[in-house]
């Protein structure tokens, strides 16, 4: 038996009726009409915005300051394993240049940190800003080598 779209009413209950303010003190919702007493919410239009504490620095705003501390010199390293190594050819020198044309890169802007995950069977020349202590031993075990790039001594800072 299919009903007629018409015939569908929501469940019992599901519903409920508009409260209708100001409609007298008998109803419920008279003279202040459920905002209090006076004050910027009693008011009309539209009150405060979310998080607002009447101009006093926001909880929000003080946090930052509150909550650890940020090294401005801290160095982020583009991460690269040897397993990503693998796919150069025996012999083949590994520069951040090579690695960014092979898409292993996302920019040349980070310096470039090697690290040991993965296996590496091939020996390679590779030149990076940093190699992890199992990663540089992995390479020159491998009869290849582990070459620092030189800081850059224009602005004094690596890379």
């Not at 040897?82 to 520069?95: I, K, M, Q």
């Not at 069977?121 to 940093?130: D, E, I, N, S």
């Amino acid at each position: 038996m299919s009903l007629d779209p018409s015939q569908l009413r929501p469940p019992q209950g599901a519903t409920h009726a508009k409260k209708r303010v100001g409609r007298g003190n008998s109803s419920g919702h008279g003279t202040y009409s459920g905002k209090g007493l006076k004050g910027q919410k009693s008011r009309s239009g539209k009150g405060v915005r979310a998080g607002f504490e009447g101009g006093q620095m926001p909880i929000v705003r003080k946090m930052h300051v509150l909550r650890g501390f940020n090294n401005k010199w801290r160095v982020e390293y583009q991460p690269i394993n040897l397993s990503s190594l693998e796919r150069f050819a025996d012999g083949t020198v590994v520069t951040p240049e090579t690695l960014k044309e092979a898409g292993l890169l996302r920019h040349l802007r980070e310096p470039v940190k090697v690290l040991a995950r993965g296996e590496l069977t091939r020996k390679l020349t590779v030149t990076a800003h940093g190699f992890s202590a199992a990663a540089k031993a992995r390479i020159e075990e491998l009869g290849g080598t582990a070459m620092l790039v030189e800081p850059d001594t224009e602005d004094g800072k690596e890379g």
